[in-house]
């Protein structure tokens, strides 16, 4: 059964450096997502991505956070300059259709726990 | 902003019993709802979906009902098993306005055999 597949599972980095989080969506979708949930607390909208461009983000997505599909089947979340608050899992997400009036199952990769120091 | 809750935070069951687990949510506007399961160190995983034109959708031992008059819904598990222990959450988005998934703080189920 194809999966999304994130690595690495677990990223410590310190306060101020820059992370990349990588994830492999399911082959034949073409929507992508980053998600966070942050320990204890609900599963947080990051951003939504299609056609190589941001389609949707929430206001957790500020300038310090960017998104690429550096090749044809890797997706990427950068966070710039990591702060404390950033610690939490990141989900990446796929998904092959946009929604619109029909349902849109978005299928959720494992997670990375990145520990900000 | 808590869009969708969930306001239990645990619920205990006993195996082949049922469990029914609660969702409110307060912008009108969220028109199809998502069920997804939990298991520690995994991603979320769906399980059941509705629109807002119905009121009812059963997958095998799982059924979701949804109320919009009170804006509620609940995910009936009939009969609940040990496997099925893990935190469930509640998720909503608006149709034709991207795939943003709105989500609830989630309900942990124990199952006890």
């Known amino acids: 059964e194809p999966e999304v597949t994130q690595t690495p599972s677990h990223q410590v980095t310190q306060m101020g450096q820059e992370v990349i989080l990588r994830c492999v969506p399911i082959?034949?979708?073409?929507?992508f997502y980053w998600y966070r949930q942050i320990l204890g607390q609900k599963v947080e909208f990051l951003v939504s991505?299609?056609?190589?461009?941001?389609?949707?983000k929430s206001e957790i997505f500020d300038d310090q956070f960017s998104v690429e599909r550096p090749d044809g089947s890797n997706f990427t979340l950068k966070i710039r300059s990591t702060k404390l608050e950033d610690s939490a899992m990141y989900f990446c997400?796929?998904?092959?259709?946009?929604?619109?009036?029909?349902?849109?199952?978005?299928?959720f990769g494992p997670g990375t726990r990145l520990t900000v120091l | 902003d808590q869009q969708v809750k969930q306001n239990s935070p645990s619920l205990s069951v006993q195996e082949g019993r049922i469990s029914i687990l609660n969702c409110d949510y307060t912008?009108?506007?969220?028109?199809?709802f998502l069920w997804y399961k939990k298991y520690p160190a995994e991603g979320p995983t769906f399980l059941i979906s509705?629109?807002?034109?119905?009121d009812k959708n059963e997958d095998g031992r799982f059924t979701v009902f949804l109320n919009k008059s009170a804006k509620h819904l609940s995910l009936h598990i009939v009969p609940s098993q040990p496997g099925d222990s893990a935190v469930y959450f509640c998720a909503a988005k608006v149709n034709n306005a991207g795939n943003m998934l709105t989500f609830g703080g989630g309900t942990r189920l124990m199952v006890k055999p």
């Open positions: 082959s034949n979708h073409l929507y």
């Open positions: 991505f299609y056609n190589n461009e941001i389609s949707e």
């Open positions: 912008n009108s506007m969220f028109d199809y």
């Open positions: 509705i629109s807002s034109i119905k």
């Open positions: 997400a796929s998904s092959d259709t946009s929604g619109g009036a029909s349902y849109n199952e978005q299928f």
